[in-house]
Protein backbone atom coordinates (compact mmCIF):
# COMPACT_ATOMS: atom_id res chain seq x y z
CA UNK A 1 0.00 0.00 0.00
CA UNK A 2 1.07 3.54 -0.82
CA UNK A 3 -1.54 5.08 1.20
CA UNK A 4 0.78 8.24 1.78
CA UNK A 5 0.70 8.88 -2.49
CA UNK A 6 -2.77 10.69 -3.43
CA UNK A 7 -4.80 9.50 -6.20
CA UNK A 8 -3.47 10.69 -9.60
CA UNK A 9 -7.71 11.57 -10.82
CA UNK A 10 -8.55 9.77 -14.35
CA UNK A 11 -9.70 12.89 -15.59
CA UNK A 12 -9.72 16.34 -14.50
CA UNK A 13 -11.47 19.86 -16.09
CA UNK A 14 -8.92 23.19 -15.70
CA UNK A 15 -11.11 26.03 -14.49
CA UNK A 16 -8.90 29.00 -14.13
CA UNK A 17 -9.02 32.68 -13.36
CA UNK A 18 -9.54 33.63 -17.16
CA UNK A 19 -12.72 31.55 -16.80
CA UNK A 20 -14.05 32.93 -13.66
CA UNK A 21 -13.48 36.70 -15.16
CA UNK A 22 -15.61 35.44 -18.17
CA UNK A 23 -18.38 34.01 -16.44
CA UNK A 24 -18.02 37.43 -13.95
CA UNK A 25 -18.20 39.88 -17.12
CA UNK A 26 -21.43 38.52 -18.40
CA UNK A 27 -23.20 37.82 -15.26
CA UNK A 28 -22.18 41.85 -14.50
CA UNK A 29 -23.75 42.24 -17.87
CA UNK A 30 -27.05 41.22 -16.85
CA UNK A 31 -27.66 39.63 -19.97
CA UNK A 32 -27.48 35.62 -18.92
CA UNK A 33 -29.57 33.49 -21.49
CA UNK A 34 -28.30 32.87 -25.03
CA UNK A 35 -27.04 36.63 -26.42
CA UNK A 36 -23.69 37.93 -28.21
CA UNK A 37 -21.48 35.53 -26.05
CA UNK A 38 -23.02 32.68 -27.91
CA UNK A 39 -22.49 34.12 -31.10
CA UNK A 40 -19.15 34.97 -30.67
CA UNK A 41 -18.42 31.32 -29.10
CA UNK A 42 -20.35 29.69 -32.32
CA UNK A 43 -17.83 31.96 -34.87
CA UNK A 44 -14.55 30.90 -32.53
CA UNK A 45 -15.77 27.48 -32.66
CA UNK A 46 -16.24 27.40 -36.34
CA UNK A 47 -12.76 28.77 -37.74
CA UNK A 48 -10.86 26.91 -35.32
CA UNK A 49 -12.79 23.26 -34.59
CA UNK A 50 -15.03 22.93 -37.56
CA UNK A 51 -12.84 24.08 -40.87
CA UNK A 52 -15.39 27.66 -41.23
CA UNK A 53 -18.68 25.30 -41.36
CA UNK A 54 -21.41 26.75 -39.80
CA UNK A 55 -22.24 25.38 -35.81
CA UNK A 56 -24.86 25.64 -33.85
CA UNK A 57 -24.43 26.08 -29.99
CA UNK A 58 -26.86 23.78 -28.12
CA UNK A 59 -26.93 22.78 -23.97
CA UNK A 60 -25.66 19.37 -24.87
CA UNK A 61 -23.60 17.30 -26.47
CA UNK A 62 -26.87 14.97 -26.44
CA UNK A 63 -28.85 17.66 -27.12
CA UNK A 64 -26.50 18.42 -30.27
CA UNK A 65 -26.79 14.79 -31.78
CA UNK A 66 -30.57 14.96 -31.06
CA UNK A 67 -31.40 18.24 -33.46
CA UNK A 68 -28.83 17.45 -35.62
CA UNK A 69 -29.85 14.65 -36.50
CA UNK A 70 -33.96 15.42 -36.38
CA UNK A 71 -32.57 18.15 -38.37
CA UNK A 72 -31.24 15.74 -40.91
CA UNK A 73 -35.31 14.45 -41.30
CA UNK A 74 -34.48 11.73 -38.88
CA UNK A 75 -37.95 9.62 -37.48
CA UNK A 76 -39.98 6.50 -37.21
CA UNK A 77 -39.03 3.29 -39.14
CA UNK A 78 -35.97 4.55 -40.11
CA UNK A 79 -32.69 2.99 -38.86
CA UNK A 80 -28.97 4.41 -38.53
CA UNK A 81 -26.12 2.66 -38.46
CA UNK A 82 -23.91 2.72 -35.02
CA UNK A 83 -21.51 1.37 -33.28
CA UNK A 84 -22.29 -0.18 -29.86
CA UNK A 85 -18.95 0.36 -28.73
CA UNK A 86 -19.44 3.81 -27.39
CA UNK A 87 -21.50 6.01 -25.07
CA UNK A 88 -25.23 5.43 -24.98
CA UNK A 89 -26.09 8.81 -25.89
CA UNK A 90 -24.87 7.71 -29.46
CA UNK A 91 -28.02 5.18 -30.02
CA UNK A 92 -30.05 7.34 -27.54
CA UNK A 93 -30.06 10.06 -29.53
CA UNK A 94 -31.54 7.96 -32.69
CA UNK A 95 -33.76 6.18 -30.22
CA UNK A 96 -35.73 9.60 -29.28
CA UNK A 97 -35.87 10.52 -32.78
CA UNK A 98 -38.62 7.13 -33.14
CA UNK A 99 -35.88 5.50 -35.26
CA UNK A 100 -33.66 2.60 -34.90
CA UNK A 101 -30.19 2.41 -33.57
CA UNK A 102 -28.75 -0.47 -35.63
CA UNK A 103 -25.58 -1.64 -33.81
CA UNK A 104 -22.48 -2.58 -35.98
CA UNK A 105 -18.65 -4.12 -34.71
CA UNK A 106 -15.21 -2.02 -34.31
CA UNK A 107 -12.15 -2.24 -35.39
CA UNK A 108 -10.00 -3.81 -32.81
CA UNK A 109 -7.31 -1.33 -32.81
CA UNK A 110 -8.34 1.81 -33.24
CA UNK A 111 -12.02 1.27 -31.71
CA UNK A 112 -13.97 2.85 -34.26
CA UNK A 113 -16.58 1.71 -36.49
CA UNK A 114 -15.59 -1.11 -38.95
CA UNK A 115 -16.50 0.22 -42.74
CA UNK A 116 -16.92 -2.94 -43.56
CA UNK A 117 -19.63 -4.13 -40.98
CA UNK A 118 -21.79 -0.95 -42.06
CA UNK A 119 -22.25 -1.77 -45.55
CA UNK A 120 -23.26 -5.34 -44.56
CA UNK A 121 -25.56 -3.63 -41.99
CA UNK A 122 -27.65 -1.46 -44.59
CA UNK A 123 -30.99 -2.41 -45.46
CA UNK A 124 -33.94 -0.76 -47.29
CA UNK A 125 -34.63 1.30 -43.64
CA UNK A 126 -31.09 2.63 -43.42
CA UNK A 127 -31.31 6.72 -44.03
CA UNK A 128 -27.69 7.16 -42.23
CA UNK A 129 -24.85 6.44 -39.97
CA UNK A 130 -23.30 7.87 -36.58
CA UNK A 131 -19.58 6.93 -36.59
CA UNK A 132 -18.12 7.80 -33.08
CA UNK A 133 -14.57 9.97 -32.73
CA UNK A 134 -13.85 7.33 -29.83
CA UNK A 135 -11.32 8.03 -27.29
CA UNK A 136 -10.34 11.32 -29.85
CA UNK A 137 -9.48 8.83 -32.74
CA UNK A 138 -11.03 9.17 -36.06
CA UNK A 139 -12.83 6.98 -37.22
CA UNK A 140 -12.14 6.47 -41.88
CA UNK A 141 -13.97 9.06 -42.81
CA UNK A 142 -13.07 8.72 -46.47
CA UNK A 143 -14.27 4.83 -46.21
CA UNK A 144 -17.39 6.34 -44.27
CA UNK A 145 -18.51 8.59 -46.99
CA UNK A 146 -17.54 6.91 -49.93
CA UNK A 147 -20.36 3.89 -48.57
CA UNK A 148 -22.92 6.92 -47.61
CA UNK A 149 -22.74 8.00 -50.75
CA UNK A 150 -23.07 4.66 -52.58
CA UNK A 151 -25.98 4.18 -50.71
CA UNK A 152 -27.40 7.62 -50.38
CA UNK A 153 -27.11 7.85 -46.44
CA UNK A 154 -26.35 11.09 -44.92
CA UNK A 155 -23.27 10.97 -41.87
CA UNK A 156 -23.73 12.99 -38.42
CA UNK A 157 -20.37 12.71 -36.69
CA UNK A 158 -20.04 11.93 -33.06
CA UNK A 159 -16.88 13.92 -32.43
CA UNK A 160 -18.00 14.18 -28.67
CA UNK A 161 -14.42 13.33 -27.69
CA UNK A 162 -12.50 14.29 -30.39
CA UNK A 163 -12.43 17.96 -30.36
CA UNK A 164 -9.17 18.87 -33.10
CA UNK A 165 -8.33 15.26 -34.26
CA UNK A 166 -7.86 14.91 -37.96
CA UNK A 167 -7.83 12.48 -40.16
CA UNK A 168 -6.10 12.55 -43.92
CA UNK A 169 -5.66 16.68 -43.35
CA UNK A 170 -9.49 16.97 -42.48
CA UNK A 171 -10.82 17.83 -39.26
CA UNK A 172 -13.72 15.45 -37.45
CA UNK A 173 -17.08 17.01 -37.70
CA UNK A 174 -16.13 18.29 -41.50
CA UNK A 175 -17.10 15.26 -43.20
CA UNK A 176 -20.47 14.52 -42.23
CA UNK A 177 -23.54 16.14 -43.40
CA UNK A 178 -23.53 16.92 -39.74
CA UNK A 179 -21.35 16.55 -36.56
CA UNK A 180 -21.63 17.06 -32.60
CA UNK A 181 -18.52 18.01 -30.23
CA UNK A 182 -19.77 17.66 -26.28
CA UNK A 183 -18.29 20.37 -24.20
CA UNK A 184 -18.66 18.14 -20.88
CA UNK A 185 -16.20 18.86 -18.21
CA UNK A 186 -14.84 15.74 -18.97
CA UNK A 187 -14.41 16.72 -22.61
CA UNK A 188 -11.29 17.73 -23.98
CA UNK A 189 -12.48 21.65 -23.82
CA UNK A 190 -15.80 22.37 -21.68
CA UNK A 191 -18.53 25.00 -21.04
CA UNK A 192 -19.72 23.49 -18.21
CA UNK A 193 -22.63 21.64 -19.84
CA UNK A 194 -22.79 22.26 -23.74
CA UNK A 195 -22.79 21.07 -27.41
CA UNK A 196 -21.71 22.04 -30.96
CA UNK A 197 -23.77 20.75 -34.20
CA UNK A 198 -21.55 21.63 -37.39
CA UNK A 199 -23.60 21.75 -40.55
CA UNK A 200 -22.55 21.41 -43.86
CA UNK A 201 -25.01 23.92 -45.28
CA UNK A 202 -26.94 26.65 -44.20
CA UNK A 203 -30.10 25.36 -44.30
CA UNK A 204 -29.47 22.64 -42.05
CA UNK A 205 -28.09 25.00 -39.58
CA UNK A 206 -31.51 27.05 -40.06
CA UNK A 207 -33.54 23.77 -38.59
CA UNK A 208 -30.84 23.32 -35.63
CA UNK A 209 -31.42 27.12 -34.62
CA UNK A 210 -35.21 26.34 -35.13
CA UNK A 211 -35.36 23.09 -33.13
CA UNK A 212 -33.10 24.82 -30.35
CA UNK A 213 -35.40 27.53 -30.09
CA UNK A 214 -38.75 26.60 -29.60
CA UNK A 215 -39.06 26.39 -33.78
CA UNK A 216 -38.68 30.05 -34.05
CA UNK A 217 -36.30 31.94 -35.80
CA UNK A 218 -38.77 35.10 -35.34
CA UNK A 219 -40.23 35.88 -32.23
CA UNK A 220 -43.65 34.01 -31.88
CA UNK A 221 -43.64 33.03 -35.44
CA UNK A 222 -43.23 29.03 -34.77
CA UNK A 223 -42.40 26.82 -37.70
CA UNK A 224 -41.90 23.61 -36.15
CA UNK A 225 -41.99 22.04 -33.18
CA UNK A 226 -39.04 22.64 -31.25
CA UNK A 227 -37.47 22.57 -27.87
CA UNK A 228 -35.68 25.36 -25.13
CA UNK A 229 -32.27 23.51 -26.08
CA UNK A 230 -30.14 26.59 -25.72
CA UNK A 231 -26.82 27.65 -24.52
CA UNK A 232 -26.49 30.00 -21.87
CA UNK A 233 -23.74 33.16 -22.50
CA UNK A 234 -22.09 32.11 -19.05
CA UNK A 235 -21.56 28.54 -20.69
CA UNK A 236 -20.49 30.13 -23.95
CA UNK A 237 -17.92 32.63 -22.10
CA UNK A 238 -16.52 29.65 -20.07
CA UNK A 239 -16.25 27.86 -23.71
CA UNK A 240 -14.31 30.34 -25.38
CA UNK A 241 -11.87 30.96 -22.77
CA UNK A 242 -11.58 27.23 -22.85
CA UNK A 243 -11.37 27.07 -26.49
CA UNK A 244 -8.03 29.37 -26.95
CA UNK A 245 -6.06 26.67 -24.61
CA UNK A 246 -7.25 23.48 -26.42
CA UNK A 247 -4.28 23.73 -28.48
CA UNK A 248 -1.61 23.68 -25.85
CA UNK A 249 -3.96 20.71 -23.25
CA UNK A 250 -3.74 18.63 -26.31
CA UNK A 251 -0.11 19.00 -27.65
CA UNK A 252 0.13 17.70 -23.51
CA UNK A 253 -2.29 14.73 -24.14
CA UNK A 254 -0.39 13.71 -27.10
CA UNK A 255 3.12 14.11 -24.85
CA UNK A 256 1.44 12.09 -22.27
CA UNK A 257 0.19 9.48 -24.82
CA UNK A 258 3.63 9.66 -26.54
CA UNK A 259 5.17 8.60 -23.26
CA UNK A 260 3.05 6.08 -22.08
CA UNK A 261 4.00 4.37 -25.62
CA UNK A 262 7.47 4.39 -25.15
CA UNK A 263 7.06 2.92 -21.80
CA UNK A 264 4.79 0.76 -21.04
CA UNK A 265 5.15 -2.75 -21.16
CA UNK A 266 2.82 -5.94 -20.56
CA UNK A 267 -0.54 -4.38 -21.69
CA UNK A 268 -1.80 -3.43 -25.71
CA UNK A 269 -0.94 0.32 -26.23
CA UNK A 270 -3.48 2.33 -28.77
CA UNK A 271 -2.88 2.53 -32.39
CA UNK A 272 -3.17 5.47 -34.45
CA UNK A 273 -3.79 4.98 -37.99
CA UNK A 274 -1.68 6.38 -41.08
CA UNK A 275 -3.47 9.81 -41.71
CA UNK A 276 -4.84 10.29 -38.46
CA UNK A 277 -4.23 12.66 -35.16
CA UNK A 278 -5.48 11.40 -32.21
CA UNK A 279 -6.27 13.75 -29.71
CA UNK A 280 -6.33 11.32 -26.55
CA UNK A 281 -9.44 12.03 -24.91
CA UNK A 282 -8.79 9.07 -23.43
CA UNK A 283 -5.34 6.87 -23.21
CA UNK A 284 -7.13 3.45 -23.68
CA UNK A 285 -4.75 0.08 -23.43
CA UNK A 286 -6.17 -3.37 -23.60
CA UNK A 287 -5.02 -6.17 -21.46
CA UNK A 288 -5.23 -8.57 -24.27
CA UNK A 289 -7.00 -11.85 -23.54
CA UNK A 290 -8.37 -10.71 -20.06
CA UNK A 291 -11.78 -11.55 -18.76
CA UNK A 292 -13.88 -8.64 -17.26
CA UNK A 293 -13.21 -9.59 -14.13
CA UNK A 294 -9.66 -9.70 -14.35
CA UNK A 295 -9.68 -6.19 -16.76
CA UNK A 296 -11.46 -5.26 -13.20
CA UNK A 297 -8.82 -6.34 -10.60
CA UNK A 298 -6.36 -5.03 -12.31
CA UNK A 299 -8.01 -1.30 -12.65
CA UNK A 300 -8.80 -1.74 -8.49
CA UNK A 301 -5.08 -2.83 -8.26
CA UNK A 302 -4.43 0.30 -9.67
CA UNK A 303 -6.49 2.00 -7.72
CA UNK A 304 -6.13 0.83 -4.41
CA UNK A 305 -2.29 -0.34 -4.71
CA UNK A 306 -0.53 2.26 -6.81
CA UNK A 307 -3.22 5.46 -6.35
CA UNK A 308 -3.81 5.34 -9.81
CA UNK A 309 -7.26 6.22 -11.04
CA UNK A 310 -8.50 4.82 -14.39
CA UNK A 311 -11.59 4.07 -16.08
CA UNK A 312 -13.48 1.45 -18.34
CA UNK A 313 -14.85 3.23 -21.00
CA UNK A 314 -17.32 1.28 -21.44
CA UNK A 315 -17.82 -2.23 -20.02
CA UNK A 316 -21.62 -2.79 -21.44
CA UNK A 317 -21.71 -2.79 -25.09
CA UNK A 318 -24.86 -0.12 -25.79
CA UNK A 319 -26.44 -2.82 -27.73
CA UNK A 320 -26.65 -5.24 -24.52
CA UNK A 321 -28.17 -1.95 -22.39
CA UNK A 322 -31.64 -2.99 -20.75
CA UNK A 323 -32.89 -0.23 -22.96
CA UNK A 324 -31.87 -1.64 -26.76
CA UNK A 325 -31.31 -5.64 -25.98
CA UNK A 326 -30.29 -6.54 -29.55
CA UNK A 327 -29.85 -10.12 -30.28
CA UNK A 328 -26.16 -9.16 -32.53
CA UNK A 329 -23.42 -10.82 -32.58
CA UNK A 330 -20.22 -8.26 -32.36
CA UNK A 331 -17.40 -9.86 -31.50
CA UNK A 332 -14.77 -7.41 -31.00
CA UNK A 333 -17.19 -5.11 -29.00
CA UNK A 334 -17.46 -7.98 -26.36
CA UNK A 335 -13.82 -8.49 -26.00
CA UNK A 336 -13.11 -4.81 -26.29
CA UNK A 337 -15.65 -4.49 -23.78
CA UNK A 338 -13.81 -7.20 -21.31
CA UNK A 339 -10.19 -5.89 -21.59
CA UNK A 340 -9.89 -2.16 -22.35
CA UNK A 341 -8.59 0.61 -19.68
CA UNK A 342 -8.07 3.88 -19.99
CA UNK A 343 -5.00 5.87 -17.71
CA UNK A 344 -4.66 9.30 -16.92
CA UNK A 345 -3.70 10.70 -19.76
CA UNK A 346 -5.68 14.70 -19.50
CA UNK A 347 -3.30 18.16 -19.02
CA UNK A 348 -3.59 18.08 -15.22
CA UNK A 349 -0.52 15.33 -15.03
CA UNK A 350 2.96 15.68 -14.16
CA UNK A 351 5.82 14.39 -15.01
CA UNK A 352 6.07 12.54 -11.85
CA UNK A 353 2.39 11.51 -12.18
CA UNK A 354 3.71 9.95 -15.81
CA UNK A 355 6.07 8.29 -14.03
CA UNK A 356 4.12 6.71 -11.34
CA UNK A 357 1.40 5.57 -14.24
CA UNK A 358 3.69 3.33 -16.03
CA UNK A 359 5.48 2.05 -12.81
CA UNK A 360 2.35 1.53 -11.67
CA UNK A 361 0.94 -0.47 -14.96
CA UNK A 362 3.77 -2.65 -15.52
CA UNK A 363 3.98 -3.56 -11.81
CA UNK A 364 0.34 -4.72 -12.00
CA UNK A 365 1.04 -6.44 -15.69
CA UNK A 366 3.72 -8.23 -15.16
CA UNK A 367 2.26 -9.61 -11.62
CA UNK A 368 -0.76 -11.37 -13.49
CA UNK A 369 1.33 -12.23 -16.44
C1 LIG B 1 -20.03 12.71 -23.94
C2 LIG B 1 -20.53 11.96 -25.10
C3 LIG B 1 -21.79 12.21 -25.67
C4 LIG B 1 -22.80 13.15 -25.06
O1 LIG B 1 -22.34 14.43 -24.80
P1 LIG B 1 -22.96 15.26 -23.56
O2 LIG B 1 -22.37 16.62 -23.74
O3 LIG B 1 -22.49 14.59 -22.31
O4 LIG B 1 -24.44 15.25 -23.69
C5 LIG B 1 -22.15 11.53 -26.81
N1 LIG B 1 -21.33 10.62 -27.38
C6 LIG B 1 -20.13 10.32 -26.84
C7 LIG B 1 -19.26 9.32 -27.54
C8 LIG B 1 -19.69 10.97 -25.68
O5 LIG B 1 -18.50 10.65 -25.15
New binding site residues.
Given amino acids: MNSELTMIPPAKPIIGQEERDAVDRVLASGMVAQGPEVVAFEGEFSTALAGGREVVAVN ?6 HLGMLALGLGAGDEVIVPSF ?2 A ?2 ANTVAVCGATPVFVDVDPETFTVDPAAIEAAITERTVGIQP ?1 H ?1 YGHPAPMDQIMAIAAKHELWVFE ?1 A ?2 AHGATWQGAQVGTFGQGG ?1 F ?3 PT ?1 NMTSG ?3 MVSCSTPELARQVRLLRNQGMEKQYANEVAGFNNRMTDIHAAIGRVQLGKLPAWTATRQENAAFFDANLAGVVTPVVREGASHVY ?1 QYTIRIEGASAAERDAFATALREEHQVGCGVYYPTPVHRLATFLTEVDLPVTEMLAREVLSLPVHPSITEQDRDRIVAAVNTVAKAGA
Avoid: C, I, N, W
Avoid at 60 to 65: I, L, M, N, P
Fill in positions: SGTSGQTFATVLDAQMSLYKEGGH
